[in-house]
């Protein structure tokens, strides 16, 4: 865990130098593309099932419900003018970087559950799982993301649990790289 939390820590403060412009950029697009703030905060599922506040870059309107997209009854109507944008190229994510200098995300890991996804969160908790710190990609991140139903994502997301490493970490960072350049696995 030690080493783990070392490079996450320096990984995400060379890439929030490096990525500074751009998030910059996408800071002002938003602010400029539709009323309402630049980040949108969610309570999150953290280690041990503690919330936290993840921030993203706000790619729906501010009324949109509070529940998973894929339960939006009609996603695309709640999107902002850049929101489909920001989600398929990944940048909304770009502000969890925050969250791993605070040591609340990893790089890889579980993706953090909304607080009200009550059986993700339970199966979840009964595989283990929750020990691990959500991250920004992960192991059922790159086999499938929004295609997944939740018990599958478990299953992933325990394998991950297994089989952790340095390598396997390594590993799902390229393949989230291709999976993010292709815009594959993203819904909307």
């Known amino acids: 865990m030690g ?9 995400a403060l060379v890439v929030s130098v490096i990525l500074l412009v751009p998030i910059l950029l996408v ?14 905060w969610s309570k999150r599922i953290g280690r041990f099932n503690q919330i936290f506040l993840m921030p993203k870059f706000r790619s729906m309107r501010v009324d ?7 339960l939006l009854e ?12 920001l989600r398929k190229s990944s940048l909304d994510e ?12 990893s790089f890889v890991g579980p993706r953090p559950a909304l ?5 993700l969160i339970e199966l979840r908790t009964a595989r283990g799982v929750d020990k691990l710190l959500p991250g920004l990609t992960g192991w059922a991140q790159i086999n499938g993301r929004d295609e997944l139903p939740i018990p599958e994502k478990v299953k992933f997301d325990a394998e991950y649990l297994e089989r952790r490493s340095i390598g396997f970490d390594m590993r799902i960072l390229f393949l989230t790289a291709e999976k ?3 815009r594959r696995g993203i819904k909307h």
Not at 94 to 105: F, H, R, T, V, Y
């Open 3 to 11: 080493l783990k939390r070392a490079v996450d820590f320096f990984l």
């Open 27 to 40: 800071a002002v697009s938003v602010r400029l593309t539709s009323p309402g703030p630049t980040l949108y």
């Open 64 to 70: 949109t419900p509070t529940v998973a997209t894929h």
């Open 74 to 85: 009609n996603p695309d109507r709640f999107l902002t003018p850049i929101g489909s944008f």
């Open 94 to 105: 770009l502000p969890q970087l925050w969250c791993i200098l605070a040591g609340k995300m």
């Open 115 to 119: 607080y009200n996804q009550y059986d």
């Open 180 to 182: 993010v350049i292709r």
